[in-house]
């Protein structure tokens, strides 16, 4: 079973945002798996779950991304396990999946690194970084994409669902 985790903040002030990258990929996953579960999003624990076949995909529910550890309860781990997370490593339209290997610094990667007592688990990583003035790293995650910013975003999420179902 593949188990992928979309990291993220919760709410609706905090949709659209460079931060919830990981989250719109698992909703763009379930979006494609539509017709192949009955069984639809629902609550576990602090998350929200979508089951078809060998497929998990998990967003948050109440857990804000610096706690994204408390996702993985009761979900398995190591090399079935995927993080979908933002990266200001790589540009937009950039995508990485890598196994044990991360960016520089990202507080929910970290956070359920904590919680595995490993690295060992595959990473998601999308790039957002489309700064042309200077702007520190924490404002501009929690910033929402412009429009051209999401289609460009939708490009890539789409070419990442398409890897890894």
């Known amino acids: 079973m593949k188990v992928i985790i979309g990291l993220g903040n919760p709410g609706a002030e905090y949709a659209g945002t460079r931060h919830n990258a990981g989250v719109m990929l ?30 998990v995909l998990v967003k948050t529910k109440d857990v804000f991304m610096n706690e994204s550890g408390k996702l993985l309860q009761g979900l398995g781990e190591g090399r079935n396990l995927y993080v979908a997370h933002d990266d200001l490593d790589l540009k937009l339209g950039e995508f990485k999946i890598q196994f044990g290997k991360g960016p520089k610094e990202h507080n929910g990667v970290e ?11 595959w990473r998601i990583r ?3 970084d489309n700064r042309t003035t200077p702007v520190d790293g924490e404002t501009y995650v929690l910033q929402k994409f412009t429009e051209k910013e999401k289609e460009i975003l939708n490009k890539v999420l789409s070419e990442i669902a398409g890897e890894l179902i």
């Open 26 to 55: 698992v909703e763009v996953l379930s979006a494609k798996c539509q017709g192949l579960s009955s069984y639809g999003w629902r609550k576990h624990y602090d998350a929200l779950i979508y089951k078809t076949g060998d497929l």
């Open 111 to 121: 956070s359920v690194e904590r919680a595995l007592g490993t690295k060992d688990f």
């Open 126 to 128: 999308i790039g957002i």
